[in-house]
């Protein structure tokens, strides 16, 4: 079993549409992050947190520690938002576990 | 600007050849990883160094060897011992409690 597991695997979503990606975990952690990567390779760290809610621009991130669950919100989604989104978790001693990443396609 | 450097962004390599992938950060970051990433697998830790001259093995390290002789650098070999080498790869940096910070990977086709 994956210490994350990330909901769903594929998206395609209408360009305007409110999108919610998914991520549970199983193992105690220090903090939770969301990761983008575009085709091509690259990833870049979209959110580190620990509780509670952030918001960047059109993406808000939530945590519920005691649920050991996170979604990754996107408002008005945009086609420039299609990537690959990447749960993963880190503990205190810098390791990181990932999950296995949602693919998203917004369509015009 | 701060960031990590990887090198060749594509590789080709006939089978049973070593290979190195170059990795270089200017971020002062501690801890360097190499990850292995392939199609509808989660990224996998191949090596992880939390300082200079020291580095532990991943989940995946069987074929890898690397060296940290410096803050800055964090080589990998892929061996001709990797019965699989060929995958996308990806070299990570961080302080303590902090985001990674990746390369833009390299993509090593090996026949």
């Known amino acids: 079993k994956n210490e994350v597991e990330q909901s769903p695997q594929n998206l395609t979503a209408q360009e305007g549409e409110f999108i919610t990606i998914n991520c549970s975990y199983s193992?105690?952690?220090?903090?939770l992050h969301w990761l983008q990567q575009h085709p091509g390779g690259g990833i870049v760290s979209l959110f580190m947190?620990?509780?509670g809610k952030k918001k960047h621009g059109r993406l808000i991130a939530t945590i519920n520690i005691q649920e050991k669950h996170s979604s990754l919100h996107i408002t008005a989604s945009h086609p420039r938002d299609s990537a690959v989104y990447i749960c993963?978790?880190?503990?205190?001693?810098?390791?990181?576990?990932f999950g296995t990443g949602t693919s998203l396609t917004v369509i015009p | 600007d701060g960031g990590i450097t990887q090198s060749p962004k594509y590789l080709f390599r006939k089978e049973g050849q070593n290979v190195t992938l170059s990795c270089e950060q200017n971020?002062?970051?501690?801890?360097m990883y190499w990850y292995r990433q392939d199609p509808g697998q989660g990224l996998r830790l191949i090596y992880y160094?939390?300082?200079?001259?020291?580095?532990q093995k991943g989940d995946i390290a069987e074929g890898y060897s690397v060296s940290r002789e410096k803050k800055e650098s964090f080589p990998l070999t892929v061996t001709s011992a990797q019965k699989n080498p060929t995958a996308f790869y990806l070299c990570?940096?961080?302080?303590?409690?902090?985001?990674?910070?990746f390369g833009n990977g390299t993509r090593l086709t090996v026949t």
């Open positions: 990570a940096s961080s302080r303590q409690l902090s985001p990674l910070h």
């Open positions: 193992v105690g952690i220090s903090a």
């Open positions: 947190l620990s509780s």
């Open positions: 993963a978790v880190s503990n205190t001693g810098n390791q990181f576990y």
């Open positions: 971020l002062n970051h501690d801890a």
């Open positions: 160094s939390q300082i200079v001259n020291d580095f």
